[in-house]
């Protein structure tokens, strides 16, 4: 069985520089797709990057391409978010996924995080 555990959220100033990790204890994590999503106070959960198993191919929500990165170690089973230049509206709770495949909508991932808060002050 998958399971997911993020760490690294925290509370940060507008600007700055936070790092998420998420750490895949399966038997599958080379095989699976893994991504982020986040979901802000009042809002629905919202696609933030994904992932494919090698490492070679991922993809961003549009408004976070040029702030943030999602990487991979394989061989820690461990997926990251480097998210730079924070602002207020990127508060949320974080919550890493893992799955056959990705879909912007959640679908695809079968496993999922309990989540870890970031919070953006001005």
């Known amino acids: 069985q998958v399971q997911l555990v993020e760490s690294g959220g925290g509370r940060v100033q507008t600007g700055g520089y936070l790092r998420l990790s998420c750490v895949d204890s399966g038997r599958v994590f080379t095989f699976a797709t893994t991504g982020w999503f986040r979901q802000g106070p009042g809002k629905e959960r919202a696609f933030v990057a994904a992932i494919n198993p090698s490492g070679l191919d991922s993809n961003y929500a549009q408004s976070m391409q040029d702030r943030f990165t999602i990487s991979r170690d394989n061989a820690k089973g461990t997926t990251y978010l480097d998210m730079n230049s924070l602002q207020p509206e990127d508060t949320a709770v974080y919550y890493c996924?893992?799955?056959?495949?990705?879909?912007?909508?959640?679908?695809?991932?079968?496993?999922w995080g309990r989540g870890t808060q970031v919070t953006v002050s001005s």
């Open positions: 996924a893992s799955g056959p495949f990705a879909r912007t909508d959640g679908s695809g991932f079968t496993s």
